[in-house]
């Protein structure tokens, strides 16, 4: 799997994916909003991220290999959970939305 | 100045509501029919803070029969970059009177009505049974649950709201129909994963956008107006000045709203979020147990 970052273009051939962070877990994915990933299935997509950004799986992922239950991700919005969870296929120029729970607030939580 | 009635005269368009929301009934979608069924309205804003003083503003301005406030904070002066119902001289003074201030004083014709103390397990069944809709504009995970299971056990329809540093959240919920929030979120992160707006902070302008998206959201159900957030999940980045959007679906073994539920009566939500009895590390803002 290969990572690509903005400025590589590997031409019209390669299969890639648009993955979008929401805000609390961009910095654990290098801190960019948007950028484009190379792989075939959702969990192959947190493995190349890991790649890159080690420690980001472990953000998502909890310890019995399940996504963590606070985020969802969405191939072209619909939620994986409903979907094939993270062994979800994925095609070239879908969409990928990592979305956690967000509350605000006072520190409370 | 037209008098306070009941809730039911509110429908009663007199010479000046006619004045006052003539720009709403100017739309086919709103209409005379739908101002009188905004006016006969009765929603809950639970938080008068980033969220619900927009939230709680333009409900007030739209002249929903009955506005219900609660939150037990006081106004800070951290609060007054982004919470527009409160002022410097209110600082020190509890939120609820403040914004009920501002709100009676923007609309008279609007029953504010101020609930002392916190939205808890103890108080929300029969809180929510007092109104139509609710408006979810708190600040902890805790909060959203209880929300979200009060919501589902009293059958009240409520709009979620949620926002931190740039980005935001909304949605709407109609139990019966379409997913909860414990379908979307089954579990809250633990305590320390996600950052809250104290930590990690927020534009004022953000709860502000959110905030407003919820007032709307609570007209359209009340007038039956256009197309709601049910079922869909909208992300706003701030940054980007981006609007996304996804489709939520309600999970048939939610603990709440399943086919089986297994939730059948409200919990203790700060044990949930795996917060201390004292609401976690804040000790300024305790959150009491039921």
Same mark, same amino acid.
């Given at each position: 799997?290969?990572?690509?970052?903005?400025?590589?273009?590997?031409?019209?051939?390669?299969?890639?994916?648009?993955?979008?962070?929401?805000?609390?877990?961009?910095?654990?994915?290098?801190?960019?909003?948007?950028?484009? =990933?190379?792989?075939?299935? =959702?969990?192959?997509?947190?493995?190349?991220?890991?790649?890159?950004?080690?420690?980001?799986?472990? #953000?998502?992922?909890?310890?019995?290999?399940?996504?963590?239950?606070?985020?969802?991700?969405?191939?072209?919005?619909?939620?994986?959970?409903?979907?094939?969870?993270?062994?979800?296929?994925?095609?070239?120029?879908?969409?990928?939305?990592?979305?956690?729970?967000?509350?605000?607030?006072?520190?409370?939580? | 100045?037209?008098?306070?009635?009941?809730?039911?005269?509110?429908?009663?368009?007199?010479?000046?509501?006619?004045?006052?929301?003539?720009?709403?009934?100017?739309?086919?979608?709103?209409?005379?029919?739908?101002?009188?069924?905004?006016?006969?309205? #009765?929603?809950?804003?639970?938080?008068?803070?980033?969220?619900?003083?927009?939230?709680?503003?333009?409900?007030?301005?739209?002249?929903?029969?009955?506005?219900?406030?609660?939150?037990?904070?006081?106004?800070?002066?951290?609060?007054?970059?982004?919470?527009?119902?409160?002022?410097?001289?209110?600082?020190?003074?509890?939120?609820?009177?403040?914004?009920?201030?501002?709100?009676?004083?923007?609309?008279?014709? =609007?029953?504010?009505?101020?609930?002392?103390?916190?939205?808890?397990?103890?108080?929300?069944?029969?809180?929510?049974?007092?109104?139509?809709?609710?408006?979810?504009?708190?600040?902890?995970?805790?909060?959203?649950?209880?929300?979200?299971?009060?919501?589902?056990?009293?059958?009240?329809?409520?709009?979620?709201?949620?926002?931190?540093?740039?980005?935001?959240?909304?949605?709407?919920?109609?139990?019966?129909?379409?997913?909860?929030?414990?379908?979307?979120?089954?579990?809250?992160?633990?305590?320390?994963?996600?950052?809250?707006?104290?930590?990690?902070?927020?534009?004022?302008?953000?709860?502000?956008?959110?905030?407003?998206?919820?007032?709307?959201?609570?007209?359209?159900?009340?007038?039956?107006?256009?197309?709601?957030?049910?079922?869909?999940?909208?992300?706003?980045?701030?940054?980007?000045?981006?609007?996304?959007?996804?489709?939520?679906?309600?999970?048939?073994?939610?603990?709440?709203?399943?086919?089986?539920?297994?939730? #059948?009566?409200?919990?203790?939500?700060?044990?949930?979020?795996?917060?201390?009895?004292?609401?976690?590390?804040?000790?300024?803002?305790?959150?009491?147990?039921?």
């Amino acid at each position: 799997m290969t990572y690509l970052t903005p400025e590589i273009d590997l031409g019209g051939e390669q299969m890639t994916c648009k993955v979008r962070i929401s805000s609390p877990l961009r910095r654990f994915a290098g801190g960019a909003r948007e950028f484009q =990933v190379e792989a075939a299935t =959702v969990g192959d997509l947190i493995r190349v991220i890991e790649a890159d950004h080690p420690g980001f799986a472990a #953000k998502v992922i909890d310890d019995q290999g399940q996504l963590r239950r606070f985020i969802n991700i969405y191939v072209n919005q619909e939620d994986i959970r409903f979907a094939g969870g993270l062994a979800t296929p994925l095609k070239d120029g879908d969409e990928v939305s990592i979305i956690p729970a967000i509350a605000g607030g006072s520190g409370g939580h | 100045m037209a008098e306070k009635g009941a809730i039911e005269e509110r429908g009663d368009l007199n010479p000046e509501r006619i004045r006052r929301y003539s720009r709403h009934m100017l739309l086919p979608e709103i209409g005379v029919g739908g101002q009188r069924k905004i006016a006969k309205g #009765k929603v809950l804003v639970v938080g008068a803070g980033g969220l619900g003083s927009p939230a709680a503003f333009y409900l007030a301005a739209a002249g929903v029969g009955r506005l219900g406030l609660i939150d037990g904070d006081l106004v800070d002066l951290s609060n007054l970059g982004r919470q527009i119902l409160h002022s410097t001289p209110d600082i020190g003074r509890p939120k609820v009177e403040s914004a009920a201030e501002k709100l009676r004083r923007l609309n008279p014709d =609007v029953e504010v009505v101020v609930h002392e103390g916190r939205l808890a397990p103890s108080n929300a069944l029969d809180l929510f049974s007092r109104y139509d809709i609710i408006v979810d504009a708190t600040d902890s995970f805790a909060a959203r649950y209880l929300i979200n299971d009060a919501c589902v056990l009293t059958g009240r329809p409520f709009v979620h709201g949620s926002v931190l540093r740039f980005d935001g959240q909304a949605s709407t919920f109609v139990p019966g129909s379409g997913p909860c929030y414990r379908c979307l979120y089954p579990e809250p992160p633990a305590p320390g994963t996600v950052p809250s707006c104290q930590e990690a902070g927020v534009l004022g302008p953000v709860p502000g956008i959110i905030g407003t998206i919820q007032a709307l959201e609570v007209l359209k159900l009340l007038a039956g107006a256009g197309r709601t957030l049910a079922g869909r999940l909208l992300l706003f980045d701030g940054l980007a000045l981006r609007f996304d959007e996804v489709n939520l679906g309600r999970d048939p073994g939610c603990a709440v709203c399943g086919d089986h539920p297994t939730i #059948k009566g409200l919990i203790d939500y700060d044990a949930f979020c795996g917060l201390a009895p004292d609401g976690g590390p804040d000790a300024r803002n305790p959150r009491p147990l039921s």
